[in-house]
T-cell receptor, first 118, second 115 residues
Framework: GAVVSQHPSWVICKSGTSVKIECRSL??????MFWYRQFPKQSLMLMAT?????????EQGVEKDKFLINHASLTLSTLTVTSAHPEDSSFYIC??????????????FGPGTRLTVL | AQTVTQSQPEMSVQEAETVTLSCTYD???????LFWYKQPPSRQMILVIR??????QNATENRFSVNFQKAAKSFSLKISDSQLGDTAMYFCAFMKRGSDYKLSFGAGTTVTVRA
């Protein structure tokens, strides 16, 4: 149980284009999902908290207009990187908090998405 | 904000041996959770072990166990009978109970298990 998927696993795009990354909880409902960014050999940096049916909460320093987050249902959150530039190249990871069952204080992570902007 | 410190960037251990990873944290909270996550080369984050601060008993999961010292704000992870599949980056994380469920991660410790 508590499986989280991400799609795509790897995406390459041209500078100036937008890219959408999906995060799905496959076997549980998640009222809260989180988006992280990770550089090679570094820790995870929280970008934003996504709550179903409401606006995302962004961490300080994260551009909300560049990283659009939508949490349309209890099983799906999307991160759109708008007008991507090479400096946005990174590994993006989502996690989901299980609403009922299991430990509600535990985050379950997706496998991550590698974004390369040329 | 909570600070989580992992002072060992890298550790190497022989297969079947034991290795201990250190983690300290700084908080004024009394109710919180602590976690160890493992990130193997696949980069999939995997929950290794979870500890509730109000529980004095140290959590264990098979070959993984923790030494939770609340007063010292220390939360070390012991990996017994190390296996090649344990090679990964290990992150210690803190979560305040009943809050926004945000995790504060340490910088990570890369563990390499040698055959």
């Amino acid at each position: 149980g508590a499986v989280v998927s991400q799609h795509p696993s790897w995406v390459i795009c041209k500078s100036g284009t937008s890219v959408k990354i999906e995060c799905r909880s496959l076997d549980f409902q998640a009222t809260t999902m989180f988006w992280y960014r990770q550089f090679p050999k570094q820790s995870l940096m929280l970008m934003a908290t996504s709550n179903e049916g409401s606006k995302a909460t962004y961490e300080q320093g994260v551009e909300k207009d560049k990283f659009l987050i939508n949490h349309a249902s209890l099983t799906l959150s999307t991160l759109t990187v708008t007008s991507a530039h090479p400096e946005d190249s990174s590994f993006y990871i989502c996690s989901a908090r299980w609403l009922a069952g299991g430990f509600t204080d535990t985050q379950y992570f997706g496998p991550g998405t590698r974004l390369t902007v040329l | 904000a909570q600070t989580v410190t992992q002072s060992q960037p890298e550790m190497s251990v022989q297969e079947a041996e034991t290795v201990t990873l250190s983690c300290t944290y700084d908080t004024s909270e009394n109710n919180y959770y602590l976690f160890w996550y493992k990130q193997p080369p696949s980069r999939q984050m995997i929950l290794v072990i979870r500890q509730e601060a109000y529980k004095q008993q140290n959590a264990t999961e098979n070959r993984f166990s923790v030494n939770f010292q609340k007063a010292a704000k220390s939360f070390s992870l012991k990996i017994s009978d190390s296996q090649l599949g344990d090679t990964a980056m290990y992150f210690c994380a803190f979560m305040k109970r009943g809050s926004d469920y945000k995790l504060s991660f340490g910088a990570g410790t890369t563990v390499t298990v040698r055959a």
